[in-house]
């Protein structure tokens, strides 16, 4: 399908939610007050079973038992009222028919038999009083139910209809995110780190003289800083990660990398976990900070979906020379849950974590889960390229000397 024609159901926006968002009863509900007020009540009475209709046929939208019981009060109370003095609100029965159909629900059929019988006596049988019942009279009722099944359907369909273009369109626009991710990791970013392989060795070549040499170096560098900013630009193509959403402001220093941090503890907190947070880095860079803030938002979601309510957890992020540690520590439910924990969101975070230069570490101390994240220096332009073309569900295993530990627990297993 093309994809202006997927994008195209996005218009259509406006209406999904109109027909989504209980609008069409509330709309039906002020056509039905309107008709009873067009007949003004003359009692009190009169008044409440106006108001009863208009509030049970508005709410059926959004609660279609509520709105079922409401407007059956209504309807058992005009019976008590002369039948000159029924109003023709009473028609608003119609409404919570066409919201049970509309919304699917299982109590469809009751609803559409208690608000038929009850309201055919109501509004022909006892309205009509002493006068006798015509066959134009009696048309109408089973014509207003018709109607009413018919637009419940008619409104599901198409709300059905809307959703599956909206999927359609996602599904579109998610393989064309995925497409131009591809693309641009085999054009671009490979070509980039050609060019900085080129000028990296064109600094190291004995003939070529200091001044030239430095400036290769400056373009060697600025050429492999701009390859890792486009590899971790990718890597958030690829998964559609919402957790640095365009909102929130870019995290590329210090303060502002603390501030998400201490957030993300806030959250913890909020939920009832007993949260500890220690950071002590200076100045990581602006890569490491961008890096490490995704992780710690889909870490600190990985401790909200695994850990026990209520337990205890702790976020540790400490820079040593150049390099960046980051140590998520949360509570496992079961040993058992511990062996089998889903590994998806690792995924995410070991693929943002060797697009920096980086590699994750997990081990398993007894009833609990960690995850390292060593975020070094920006790698040199040698050995930048075939980091980047290892396999994304292939686990990158620290290096055995040299590593910065926040803890004296060594890793009891690697698994991403």
């Not at 997927?6 to 999904?16: I, K, N, P, V």
């Not at 019981?69 to 008590?80: K, N, Q």
């Not at 049988?125 to 009413?148: N, Q």
């Not at 190291?204 to 050429?223: N, Q």
Request: charged content about 15%; hydrophobic content about 45%.
């Amino acid at each position: 399908m093309p994809l202006t024609s997927s994008l195209a159901s996005h218009r259509f926006g406006g209406l999904y939610r109109f027909l989504q968002s209980g609008w069409v009863e509330l709309s039906l509900a002020l056509l039905a007050v309107g008709i009873g007020i067009s007949s003004p009540p003359e009692t009190a009475l009169t008044w409440l079973t106006l108001a009863v209709f208009g509030v049970g046929a508005a709410v059926s939208g959004i609660a279609v038992l509520l709105g079922t019981a409401l407007v059956c009060v209504g309807l058992l109370i005009s019976l008590t009222l002369p039948p000159d003095q029924v109003s023709a609100a009473g028609l608003a029965l119609f409404v919570p028919i066409i919201a049970a159909v509309r919304l699917w629900s299982r109590y469809a059929i009751a609803i559409t038999l208690v608000l038929v019988g009850l309201g055919f006596y109501t509004m022909f049988v006892h309205a009509t009083g002493d006068r006798p019942l015509t066959l134009a009279i009696v048309a109408i009722f089973p014509t207003l139910l018709a109607l009413s099944l018919g637009a419940g359907l008619v409104i599901r369909s198409s709300r059905q209809q809307l959703e599956n273009e909206r999927q359609r369109a996602d599904e579109r626009l998610a393989e064309l995110r995925l497409e131009l991710a591809r693309e641009l990791h085999d054009n671009a970013v490979h070509k980039i780190s050609q060019a900085a392989m080129l000028a990296h060795m064109a600094a190291l070549h004995p003939d070529t003289p200091p001044e030239l040499s430095r400036e290769f170096t400056e373009i060697a560098t600025s050429c492999n800083d701009a390859a890792h900013e486009l590899r971790l630009l990718l890597t958030g193509l690829r998964q559609d990660n919402p957790n640095l959403s365009d909102g929130q402001p870019q995290i590329i220093d210090a303060d502002a990398l603390t501030a998400l941090i201490e957030g993300q503890a806030d959250r913890l907190a909020a939920l009832g976990f007993a949260v500890s947070h220690d950071l002590k880095i200076d100045a990581p860079t602006s890569l490491q900070c961008r890096t490490l803030a995704a992780i710690s938002v889909e870490a600190v979601n990985n401790i909200i979906q695994h850990a026990p309510a209520r337990s205890d957890c702790s976020i540790r992020v400490v820079q040593q020379g150049s390099t960046v540690v980051a140590e998520f520590t949360n509570h496992t439910r079961s040993a058992r849950q511990a062996a089998t924990r889903p590994s998806f969101g690792l995924l995410g975070i070991e693929e943002r974590a060797r697009a920096a230069g980086g590699y994750i570490t997990i081990s398993k101390p007894p009833g609990y889960w960690r995850l390292e994240v060593t975020l070094p220096s920006l790698p040199s332009v040698v050995d930048a390229e075939p980091r980047s073309q290892s396999p994304a569900a292939s686990p990158t295993f620290p290096p055995e000397q040299g590593k910065p530990s926040l803890t004296d627990a060594r890793p009891t297993d690697y698994r991403i």
